[in-house]
Every structure is written in structure tokens, then in C-alpha cells.
T-cell receptor, first 114, second 116 residues
Framework: ETGVTQTPRHLVMGMTNKKSLKCEQHLGHNAMYWYKQSAKKPLELMFVYSLEERVENNSVPSRFSPECPNSSHLFLHLHTLQPEDSALYLC?????????????FGPGTRLTVT | QQQVKQSPQSLIVQKGGISIINCAYENTAFDYFPWYQQFPGKGPALLIAIRPDVSEKKEGRFTISFNKSAKQFSLHIMDSQPGDSATYFCAASTLNYGGSQGNLIFGKGTKLSVKP
């Protein structure tokens, strides 16, 4: 295991639901990330947190709302999603918020929006 | 400018053969090039990385070749094994801090199947 856990592993939700994805890292890292992985597309960086402060928000729709209460936990709150939001959502952490540091990924949450 | 173009999309190799995956980039500010490996049901994991001060880096059966003038880099897997079957992603970032330049930009991935 990588030291990054994600729950739930699978989630099916309707477009009017509200749900949250949870990520926890046990590596003592200072940075955490949310990525969206869709078939035949590059991993899309959604949010970056460094020391619990958001440092990057790549024009993500407001129906995705991140929360980082401490350096070990990261949430992604979901509401009124669209079917095109169905994807694998990956959480990652690294020693520092920079691409040259190895990123450790969790196994992802497979989200299906019906 | 921020894209990393990866090819092929999928690759089938016989056991013992050489697997080659290629990536190209436009942004000359990129100076860190990692490769990530992803097995089904798992997140990507760092496999090997290179910085442009060297043209080649080898770790076991995995080698990165880097051509700075052509803005291309490739992953070679020697003596490919069925256990290497996975999706491989190239990526790029800069070593300079500041804004989004330090973020990893990923290619679309290559699904490798190694046949016994």
C-alpha cells in the first residue's frame, strides 16, 4: 500500500445527491491533491493543498468543493453533479506541493453519476 | 504549450520483448520527467524519473531516454514480463516554484499488455 487511503472505493449517485469523498495520508506529507481520471484523457489536476491551504484550483466547477481540515485529511464534497463527472477520482500526497516531489496516489474512488 | 503527447495509446508485446513508449512536449521550461505505472484498481505509482542534464537513466529493466533538442523522451522496458502489463503515464513539470508551473502535466497513458 502507498500510505494513501480513499473512501469509498465506489460511489453511485444521482444528479441531485450530495456526497463526499475522503482521503487520508499516513506519510507525514505537507501537500495533497485531487485528480480526475477519465478514459483516454490525461490525469486532470483539480485541486492542490499545501499545509492545509489551497494553492491551486484548475478552473473546476463549483459543484466540486474541496476541504482540507489538516495535513493528513482531504475531502471532496460533491453536489448536483452531471453524468460527465463520472470518472475515477484520485487523491495523492507529496512531501511538498511541487511536481518534482514523488506523488503517492491512493487507489481512487470510482464515481458514477446517474 | 502545457501538453505532453504520449504514444502509442496501447501496446502489445511478447514476453521477453522490448516495450517502447514515447512522449513529446512543447514547453521548454519543463525540466523534470517522471514515468508513472498504474495497475488496475490501483493509483499510479512513480516508476522512474529523469532530469535533462542526462540523456539516459536506467533502473533495472526500465530505461528513460531523453532527447532535449527534439523535446522527446521515452520509456524502454527490456525483457518485458506479463507482470509489467499496466498503464504507463509520462509526465513533466518544472523545478521552478511558483504557480501552476510546478504541477505535473500527464500524458494520456499507454496500456501495455505483455503476452506470455
Amino acid at each position: 500500500e502507498t500510505g494513501v487511503t480513499q473512501t469509498p472505493r465506489h460511489l453511485v449517485m444521482g444528479m441531485t445527491n450530495k456526497k463526499s469523498l475522503k482521503c487520508e495520508q499516513h506519510l507525514g506529507h505537507n501537500a495533497m491533491y485531487w485528480y480526475k481520471q477519465s478514459a483516454k484523457k490525461p490525469l486532470e489536476l483539480m485541486f492542490v493543498y499545501s499545509l492545509e491551504e489551497r494553492v491551486e484550483n484548475n478552473s473546476v466547477p463549483s459543484r466540486f468543493s474541496p476541504e482540507c481540515p489538516n495535513s493528513s485529511h482531504l475531502f471532496l464534497h460533491l453536489h448536483t453533479l452531471q453524468p460527465e463527472d463520472s470518472a475515477l477520482y484520485l487523491c495523492a500526497s507529496s512531501q511538498d506541493a511541487h511536481g518534482s516531489y514523488e506523488q503517492y496516489f491512493g487507489p481512487g474512488t470510482r464515481l458514477t453519476v446517474t | 504549450q502545457q501538453q505532453v503527447k504520449q504514444s502509442p495509446q496501447s501496446l502489445i508485446v511478447q514476453k521477453g520483448g522490448i516495450s517502447i513508449i514515447n512522449c513529446a512536449y512543447e514547453n521548454t521550461a519543463f525540466d523534470y520527467f517522471p514515468w508513472y505505472q498504474q495497475f488496475p484498481g490501483k493509483g499510479p505509482a512513480l516508476l522512474i524519473a529523469i532530469r535533462p542534464d542526462v540523456s539516459e537513466k536506467k533502473e533495472g529493466r526500465f530505461t528513460i531516454s531523453f532527447n532535449k533538442s527534439a523535446k522527446q523522451f521515452s520509456l524502454h522496458i527490456m525483457d518485458s514480463q506479463p507482470g509489467d502489463s499496466a498503464t504507463y503515464f509520462c509526465a513533466a513539470s518544472t523545478l521552478n516554484y511558483g504557480g501552476s508551473q510546478g504541477n505535473l502535466i500527464f500524458g494520456k497513458g499507454t496500456k501495455l499488455s505483455v503476452k506470455p
